[in-house]
Antibody
């Protein structure tokens, strides 16, 4: 059974960089037909698509965060990562990693999520 | 403001049917049949319920069904059960690699 798990600091200072990693187990990140994505959800609010990567590094970022966000892949560790720089209070959220079906554009496996708070 | 519009709340009694709408534009819901629905219980990650407008992943009860008319997609939950009380989100492909979500609907089972 495929599993995804987010890890990283739960507290980031304003203006600093948020860094999270998603570890994929029970399957390989190196697979056709799927992207690997990040989604976030401020507490009590809706979902926001951050972006996705293919195992080979083809990357897309959703426009509101473009310029501050980067997603990368480490095939040797079966992990992909998210970096968001210059964070503000508005970036405080649950961050989820997920597998995204390439052709039908749905998220079929999700991590449990990790809460990131932005505070000095 | 979310790209897709969902009612903030919906409710129904056990055994009844409830339909949740998801309204987009000619650029997303109206242009593609790549609409998916997710169920999220408090403190949990979203779970895929419906994909490609009408398809259910293995393990999702057939009480959940999806449809679309013009720019509005809908999720119908038939035979409401207490465990269906959750937040529901729609998502649509919007072209050029972009995906958009609805703002979510809180379903209450009375």
């Amino acid at each position: 059974q495929l599993q995804l798990r987010e890890s990283g600091p739960g507290l980031v200072k304003p203006s600093e960089t948020l860094s999270l990693t998603c570890t994929v187990s029970g399957g390989s990140l190196v697979t056709s037909n799927y992207y690997w994505a990040w989604i976030r959800q401020p507490p009590g609010k809706g979902l926001e698509y951050i972006g996705r990567t293919y195992y080979s590094g083809s990357i897309y970022y959703n426009s509101p965060l473009r310029g501050r966000v980067s997603i990368s892949v480490d095939m040797s560790k079966n992990q992909f990562s998210l970096k968001l720089n210059s964070v503000t209070a508005a970036d405080a959220a649950f961050y989820y990693c997920a597998r995204l079906h390439m052709e039908s554009h749905h998220f079929d496996y999700w991590g449990q999520g990790i809460l990131v708070t932005v505070s000095s | 403001q979310s790209a897709l519009t969902q009612p903030p709340s919906a409710s129904g009694s056990p055994g009844q049917s409830v339909t949740i709408s998801c309204t987009g534009t000619r650029s997303d819901v109206g242009a593609f049949n790549y609409v998916s629905w997710y169920q999220q219980h408090p403190g949990k990650a979203p779970k895929l319920l419906i994909y490609e407008l009408t398809k259910r992943p293995s393990g999702v009860p057939d009480r959940f069904s999806g449809s679309k008319s013009a720019y509005t997609a809908s999720l119908t939950v038939s035979g409401l059960q207490a465990e269906d009380e959750a937040d529901y989100y729609c998502s649509s492909y919007a072209g050029n690699n972009n995906l958009v979500f609805g703002g979510g609907t809180k379903l209450t089972v009375l």
